[in-house]
């Protein structure tokens, strides 16, 4: 971002009535990454119900005026960008927090809002959420493939009507599974990036 700038130097990232306001490039970097967390988190909420809404904007009209079954497949579309979209937020997101909570959170006596977080948000009676909101996918196209069932398709509409919704349902289950193991495995990424193992040469 500063490329020009020594890591000893400050940087001046805003102007106030009383003068500058400095940071060092790793105060800078910390605040504009903890930026970035949370603007990924309000457009990945936000996306939800408009994805929803378009969907069933679209389911409707194509139940009311389309004659062919096939044609639902353009709200699946419409289901799979929209998660794809979220997911593609909410990976990038975590990613971002188990690099601040390995490079920054070391101290006892800076930032721990992401090891804080990590450790005590499992031991949440009933407190889990499903970040990607894969159940709100899943009874989605669960409801999307109805329309297309209904009157009975040709058999090669049936076939792939059924095939790319199935597709869906196992990628909602892929990125669910995969979402549950990111914090975990990213977090030892990041920390034998950070620590090495030592040189084995003679």
């Not at 990590?118 to 899943?138: C, E, K, Q, R, S």
Request: aromatic residues 8%; positive net charge; hydrophobic residues 50%.
């Amino acid at each position: 971002m500063y490329p020009f700038a020594s890591p000893r130097l400050p940087v001046v990232l805003g102007l106030s009535k009383k003068g500058a306001i400095r940071m060092s490039l790793s105060e800078s970097e910390f605040t504009v990454l903890r930026q970035t967390i949370a603007i990924r988190g309000t457009v990945r909420i936000a996306l939800l119900p408009v994805t929803i809404l378009a969907w069933a904007g679209l389911t409707t009209a194509l139940v009311l005026f389309s004659q062919l079954r096939i044609d639902v497949l353009f709200p699946l579309a419409i289901l799979v960008a929209g998660f794809e979209a979220i997911h593609a937020l909410h990976v990038g997101a975590e990613r971002i927090g188990r690099y601040l909570q390995v490079f920054y959170e070391g101290d006892l006596d800076g930032p721990r809002w992401e090891t804080t977080a990590m450790a005590v948000g499992p031991a949440l009676p009933g407190g889990g959420v499903d970040p990607l909101f894969t159940v709100v996918f899943t009874c989605a196209t669960v409801i999307n493939l109805l329309p297309g069932l209904l009157p009975r398709p040709t058999l090669l509409e049936l076939g792939i009507i059924i095939a790319l919704h199935a597709a869906f349902l196992l990628r909602l289950l892929r990125a669910r599974v995969a979402a549950a193991r990111q914090r975990a495995v990213e977090l030892e990424s990041f920390r034998a990036l950070k620590s090495p193992p030592p040189d084995t040469k003679p």
